[in-house]
């Protein structure tokens, strides 16, 4: 069997798949980014507060920099950057297996075996960011269908949503998942 024999259902399925992919790749990357911010800024002002310590730098600078460091480090010790990095970057291989699964044998016998496994993943997810979703689903509308006929399928989400996106589970852009089709 080849990828364009596949039923409509199995490829709703790869594409949900899909973009689940990209959604936690996102989200891994934004943890990374986030951790290793707070890492340079506790390395960075650490080294202003030692240098204050030494008489080197202001005392009033020092007592900025260690609040500094400080703040910094209880907001990813408390989020936890480095553990939901690893939780998206988990949730994404797992996708990833099912994806490969899909492609190898999408026999539509099997179709109730992988959403099956596909809830399976999802019930380790944690809240889904809408507005993250929407994006990465456009992503993946863009990367499946001819540029022609793309925009009839696309979401259309605003410039706070996406500023935001990592920040807030926005509940608009309203049912952007049930758009597809």
Same mark, same amino acid.
């Given at each position: ?16 798949? &899909?973009?689940?992919? $990209? ?68 949730? &994404? ?16 016998? $099997?179709?109730?075996?992988?959403? $099956? ?9 944690? *809240? ?8 990465? #689903? ?7 269908? *001819? ?13 706070? #949503? $996406? ?19």
């Amino acid at each position: 069997m080849r990828i364009d024999d596949l039923s409509e259902d199995m490829w709703g399925m790869l594409i949900g798949v &899909r973009v689940c992919i $990209r959604y936690h790749d996102r989200r891994r990357h934004f943890f990374v980014t986030a951790h290793r911010f707070t890492a340079a800024v506790g390395a960075i002002f650490g080294t202003t507060t030692m240098a204050a310590l030494l008489g080197k730098v202001d005392t009033s600078l020092a007592i900025v920099a260690a609040a500094l460091v400080s703040t910094m480090s209880v907001i990813d010790l408390v989020v936890g950057f480095s553990e939901s990095a690893n939780l998206h970057r988990d949730l &994404r291989r797992r996708f990833v297996e099912l994806e490969q699964d899909i492609i190898a044998d999408h026999d539509d016998a $099997r179709l109730g075996e992988l959403q $099956r496994r596909r809830l399976e993943i999802e019930k380790d997810e944690p *809240p889904v960011r809408r507005a993250l979703a929407t994006l990465v #689903q456009n992503e993946q509308v863009l990367s499946d269908y *001819p540029i022609a006929d793309a925009p009839r399928h696309l979401v259309h989400v605003g410039w706070w #949503q $996406r500023l935001t996106a990592h920040f807030f589970a926005h509940a608009t852009p309203s049912q952007a998942l049930a758009s597809r089709g």
